[in-house]
């Protein structure tokens, strides 16, 4: 069964430092996102792309971040200058229609 | 607006038991509702989800209650299973970006 793959599954940085998260999406599929979740808080919606366009973004995509579809199958998310409250679960999904498939996540710990 | 609110918090049933999480909505602009599943270090799996025009749907042992206008839906889950001890997301979808706003999760055990 197709699934979204992210890597890496953890990655510790510091802060002020860049990060890029990369997340391989389902082949067929058209519609990509990234949403976070902070430790034992809900899953909160940053952005989705369609089209090599962001479609919507939430008010925490703000200039830090930024998205990108490199090639024909990788979707990542960068964070320019990581602050300490960026520190969480990020999870891309993808979508060819309403069903939204989400990733294993990447943990990100900033020190 | 925005928000889904979801309860309870948390939920402790015994085996073979039918936990019922429920959530409610304002945005009427609303128009697609998933469940997610998600254990500990996972990502959310998607369990089952409704559209506004029915308002029940099944799918094994789990079913959603939909009530269009109260604003309200909920899940079953039918003989509960210690394997199902995870936590549950309701969201809800708004067309545009396809953004989903997730409820705050409901942590279920499952007892035997």
């Known amino acids: 069964e197709p699934e979204v793959t992210q890597t890496p599954s953890h990655q510790v940085t510091q802060m002020g430092q860049e990060v890029i998260l990369r997340c391989v999406p389902i082949?067929?599929?058209?519609?990509f996102y990234w949403y976070r979740q902070i430790l034992g808080q809900k899953v909160e919606f940053l952005v989705s792309f369609y089209n090599n366009e962001i479609s919507e973004k939430s008010e925490i995509f703000d200039d830090q971040f930024s998205v990108e579809r490199p090639d024909g199958s990788n979707f990542t998310l960068k964070i320019r200058s990581t602050k300490l409250e960026d520190s969480a679960m990020y999870f891309c999904a993808s979508s060819g229609g309403y069903e939204q498939y989400f990733g294993p996540g990447t943990r990100l710990t900033v020190t | 607006q925005q928000q889904v609110k979801q309860s309870p918090q948390s939920l402790i049933v015994q085996k073979g038991g039918i936990p019922i999480i429920n959530c409610a909505y304002e945005n009427t602009a609303f128009d697609y509702f998933p469940w997610y599943q998600q254990f500990p270090g996972k990502g959310p799996a998607l369990l089952i989800a409704i559209r506004p025009d029915v308002s029940e749907k099944k799918e094994g042992r789990f079913t959603i209650s939909f009530n269009k206008s109260a604003k309200q839906f909920s899940l079953h889950i039918m003989d509960s299973q210690p394997g199902d001890s995870a936590t549950y997301f309701c969201?809800?979808?708004?067309?545009?970006?396809?953004?989903?706003?997730f409820g705050t999760g409901t942590q279920l055990k499952v007892e035997l």
């Open positions: 082949s067929n599929h058209l519609y």
């Open positions: 969201a809800a979808r708004t067309g545009g970006g396809n953004k989903l706003t």
